[in-house]
């Protein structure tokens, strides 16, 4: 075989495999901006739960075929970042991980109300301008697991009614589930980006009706829903992978 024709083989190998990586980039991006547009039919109340359901699941199993699953890693302690910089877990997880409430959770339904199927954790901050109280600097959220964004909400305004206000889903193939980070001040990642565990993706802050209020202290609220065959949502606590996690430092942590 001549030099020119396996040059010709190579090329031709390349090409494909760009074609493919392209292909699934813009099949991402789709799923990335149908997912978001669910969200915020289901908070606008513009579809219905079971629509909104059946979307969800026909997104969430599109973006799972997307990955491949026997590449991945030992899930142990050393896959989770706390996703709070230089905060230790014992310090900040709210009420010693009794302010999960899954019960009666639905994703789908916006009249559907009382669940907490996440953990609030929570920072210094009294005078609640959204700076650590020990270094009077913005707080680091931390991807917990990598993973894909899948979408950000970034608009979020200080007279909306809207609970989540900026927030940030993240798919992680390996544990086949979402990630949800509520209430951040700035948000730091653009949908279809991958992330690593420990990259930042945001700065903490008080966005959400609830999270702006005075009663309520600065926090990030953090929900995992894993995802059955279908590709529809399960809360799951995760308060033993965040307490195993590794803390990253940057302040001085005590």
């Not at 090329?11 to 969200?39: M, P, W």
């Not at 900026?166 to 990642?189: K, M, Q, R, S, T």
Request: aromatic residues 12%.
């Amino acid at each position: 075989m001549t030099v020119k024709r396996i040059a010709g083989i190579v090329l031709v190998i390349c090409i494909s495999g760009l074609t493919n990586q392209s292909e699934s980039s813009d099949k991402i991006a789709e799923y990335c901006r149908a997912f978001h547009q669910i969200q915020i039919d289901i908070r606008d109340s513009a579809i219905s739960p079971d629509s909104a359901r059946a979307a969800f699941g026909a997104v969430m199993r599109g973006i799972r075929a997307e990955y491949k699953r026997d590449t991945c890693r030992a899930i142990d302690s050393s896959y989770f970042v706390y996703p709070v910089k230089s905060y230790m877990p014992r310090e900040s997880i709210g009420s010693r991980g009794r302010g999960y409430r899954p019960n009666g959770f639905d994703l789908f339904d916006m009249n559907v109300t009382g669940s907490h199927p996440a953990h609030d954790l929570f920072v210094r901050d009294k005078d609640q301008d959204v700076l650590d109280d020990r270094t009077w600097k913005p707080i680091e959220v931390l991807a917990f697991t990598s993973g894909l964004v899948v979408a950000t909400e970034t608009a979020w305004k200080y007279d909306s009614e809207y609970r989540g206000g900026n927030w940030i889903w993240i798919y992680d193939p390996c544990l086949d589930g979402l990630f949800y980070y509520a209430h951040n001040n700035i948000v730091e990642v653009q949908p279809g980006q991958w992330v690593n565990a420990g990259d930042k993706i945001s700065e903490m802050g008080r966005s959400g009706y609830n999270a702006y209020q005075k009663r309520s202290p600065t926090h990030l609220h953090l929900m995992y829903l894993a995802l059955d065959a279908d590709g529809l949502p399960i809360p799951e606590n995760t308060y033993e992978w965040l307490k195993q996690s590794i803390v990253k430092e940057g302040l001085e942590a005590e």
